[in-house]
Nanobody
Framework: QVQLVESGGGLVQPGGSLRLSCAASGFTFSSYAMSWYRQAPGKERELVAGITSAGGSTNYADSMKGRFTISRDNAKNTVSLQMNSLKPEDTAVYYC?????????WGKGTLVTVSS
């Protein structure tokens, strides 16, 4: 079965950094694009970043460009999100995502809280 497990969330001060990781299993990881989404309380889930199967192309939401970096290690079946210059508005639950045969799969999420 497809499994996605996020880790690395926590409390960080504004301007600080965090690195999130997602461990994937149950499918041929290197064949699929991966994405990070986030959802803040009372708001809709939004795309944060995406990366193609071989890692050759990435995309980011406008508010994350220049601050966040998505990467993957196909030998370890992991995808990461490096987050720098964090702002209070980045506070959200961050989810790992992939789409296989038209079906979206999600991890349970990891909470990132940006506060002083």
């Amino acid at each position: 079965q497809v499994q996605l497990v996020e880790s690395g969330g926590g409390l960080v001060q504004p301007g600080g950094s965090l690195r999130l990781s997602c461990a994937a299993s149950g499918f041929t990881f290197s064949s699929y694009a991966m994405s990070w989404y986030r959802q803040a309380p009372g708001k809709e889930r939004e795309l944060v970043a995406g990366i193609t199967s071989a890692g050759g192309s990435t995309n980011y939401a406008d508010s994350m460009k220049g601050r966040f970096t998505i990467s993957r290690d196909n030998a370890k079946n992991t995808v990461s999100l490096q987050m720098n210059s964090l702002k209070p508005e980045d506070t959200a639950v961050y989810y790992c995502n992939t789409r296989i045969f038209g079906i979206n799969y999600w991890g349970k999420g990891t909470l990132v809280t940006v506060s002083s």
